[in-house]
Structures are given as structure tokens and as C-alpha cells.
């Protein structure tokens, strides 16, 4: 059975073939026929985290692959909340659908459900671990405008430290040996150890020298609600993108963020040419629609 739980299980063939996926449903989805591949399947979300995107992009994928969908309104509502085991939670869930995408608040939430569970289960982000299906979505989002097998900058910039989606996307990009990885935080909150590789680089502050060569920068948001109360006070304002900044990136680099934004980039870049974050956020529906038809062996 395959299941999504980290970047590790993926090499490029892999990554490749899930991208290619990728474009076939965008395809459907252009399109506007009406797809049911998926007909007769049943997607169930977990979460035990707040999301709008993860949650709502996988739901929309299964609908429009023509399967359905079941849900916890709030896990408070579930029987997590009367102490119930993310292992029996996956195992009662894994009776009733064909499938879950799950989002859980600690590290290896992921992999106890995939343990135990008779269905494959979705990582939709596992505490400060990982988050591989936002990782699909950005290469997919990058694959768009560049090559991964030629030379690329990536700049992952803000909170690194707890960030599961620069864990996940930093572990996919070593497929792709022409990629360099710099990562731009202050050290309180900079990249983990075991996820820096020799020949990445760490910057401290975000100088003009990394927006003018980056090709793609990808920013992250100080997550409050994972680090100390005093850390986040001093990092809070650390690196603010505003019209200004953004503009001494070169025409084609991309500015990406996984949202939720809070102050980290002005509104007012939205409408410059390198801001992509809105479009990252939408081809969410085509690499999770991907996702589960790789999952469950769906044929497109
Ligand atoms: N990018 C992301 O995981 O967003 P949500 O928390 O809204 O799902």
C-alpha cells in the first residue's frame, strides 16, 4: 500500500511521475469535463490542526476526481478530544474510507496512523515535521517556470526551524543536484541540522545579494503558535517583503509562500510579476488530485 508521510520515500522518478500526474488533472481540470475516476471512493480528512488550504484543496481534488468526502468539523467535535489514539482514530477512519489525508500536531503522528491504518493515509503536515503533498505542489508550482534538472537558486527564507514545509520541500530538492538551497534566517530559527546538506549555505539576514541572484524565494511565515513567546517577539518583524524588496528580484524569479501569510509580505506585492504565492495555493487541487489517484492506483 502506498501512503505519503515524508520526503524520504520519494526519489526523482518518483517525484517525476506525480508531477506528470500533476499536469494531466490541471488538464481535467482546463478542460471542464467531468472526471470519476475516483467514483465510488471516499476521501476522509482528520485534522487535528487548523488549515484552509490543505484540507479544502485535498477535498476539492477527491470531488473532482469524482469521489466524496467525510469529515470532523473541528477535531474538538471527534473523539480525539475524549483521548481517543491516533492509532484507533486511523484505524476506525481506515473502515470508513478509502483513503485520509491527515494533519496532526506532533512529529510521527503520520507514520503511527500509516502503521496501523488498512487504507493509505496523506500527510497534510505532522507538527514541526514534515508536510510532502505542500512539497508536490511547490515543485509542481516551480516546475512550471523552471527546469529542475539546470541550474536553480532557492532561497528558503523566515522560520526554518519548525517549518514542515521547508523540511519536506529542502528533502525533495536533493533529487535535483543542480539546485542550490540557501537558507535565510536568523540563528534562533534557522534550518535544523539534519536537514542541511553540504554545499547549502546559511545567511542570517536577507541581503540584496540573495534577492538578486535567487530564483525562487521561498518565504515562511514565524509560526507563533510552535515557537517560544520570546523568540517569536524578536524574530516577528525579521523579514518583511514589501513592494521595495521584492522588486530587486529579477523579473522571472518567483516569491512562493505556503500561506497563511500574516505580515511577512506586503499586499501590495501581490500584483508584481514574481509574487506566485495565490497560484501555489491553487495548484494545490491538481497535485492533490495526483496524489490520490497515485495512492489508490486510480487510472488517468
Ligand atoms: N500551506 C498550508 O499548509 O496551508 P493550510 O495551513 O491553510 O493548510
Redesign the pocket.
Same mark, same amino acid.
Given at each position: 500500500m502506498k501512503h505519503v508521510i515524508s520526503a524520504d520515500q520519494f526519489n526523482k522518478d518518483d517525484i517525476l511521475e506525480i508531477l506528470n500526474l500533476a499536469k494531466k488533472m490541471d488538464e481535467i481540470l482546463a478542460s471542464k469535463k467531468v472526471c470519476k475516476i475516483a467514483e465510488g471512493k471516499i476521501l476522509a480528512t482528520f485534522f487535528y490542526?487548523?488549515? !484552509?488550504?490543505?484540507?479544502l484543496s485535498f477535498e476539492t481534488a477527491m470531488q473532482r476526481l469524482g469521489g466524496s468526502v467525510i469529515s470532523t468539523s473541528n477535531v474538538n467535535f471527534s473523539s480525539v478530544k475524549k483521548g481517543e489514539t491516533i492509532e484507533d482514530s486511523a484505524k476506525v477512519l481506515s473502515g470508513y474510507a478509502d483513503v485520509i489525508a491527515l494533519?496532526s500536531p506532533e512529529i510521527g503522528y503520520a507514520a503511527r496512523a500509516a502503521k496501523v491504518s488498512a487504507v493509505p493515509i496523506l500527510n497534510?503536515?505532522d507538527g514541526a515535521g514534515e508536510?510532502p503533498t505542500?512539497s508536490f505542489l511547490d515543485l509542481y508550482t516551480i516546475s512550471k517556470y523552471f527546469d529542475l534538472e539546470k541550474p536553480l537558486t532557492v532561497s528558503m527564507v523566515g522560520e526554518l526551524i519548525c517549518g514542515r !514545509?521547508v523540511h519536506s520541500l529542502s528533502k525533495m530538492l536533493r533529487n535535483f543536484p543542480n539546485v542550490k538551497i540557501n537558507f535565510v534566517a536568523p540563528e534562533e530559527i534557522q534550518i535544523p541540522a539534519k536537514y542541511f546538506h553540504e554545499g547549502d549555505k546559511k545567511f542570517y539576514e536577507l541581503t540584496d545579494e540573495i534577492l538578486e541572484t535567487s530564483d525562487v524565494i521561498y518565504d515562511t511565515r514565524i509560526q507563533k503558535e510552535r515557537i517560544a513567546p520570546e523568540v517569536y517577539e524578536k524574530h516577528k518583524n525579521a523579514f518583511h517583503f514589501d513592494v521595495a524588496k521584492v522588486s530587486k528580484m529579477k523579473p522571472n524569479a518567483m516569491l512562493m509562500h505556503?500561506?497563511?501569510r500574516v505580515t511577512e509580505i506586503s499586499p501590495e506585492v501581490d500584483d508584481l510579476p514574481q509574487a506566485r504565492y495565490f497560484e501555489q495555493?491553487r495548484n494545490?487541487v491538481p497535485t492533490r488530485m495526483a496524489l490520490i489517484a497515485y495512492v489508490l492506483g486510480l487510472e488517468v
Open positions: 490542526e487548523p488549515s !484552509t488550504r490543505t484540507r494533519r497534510g503536515g508536510h505542500q !514545509t505556503p500561506l497563511p495555493a494545490g
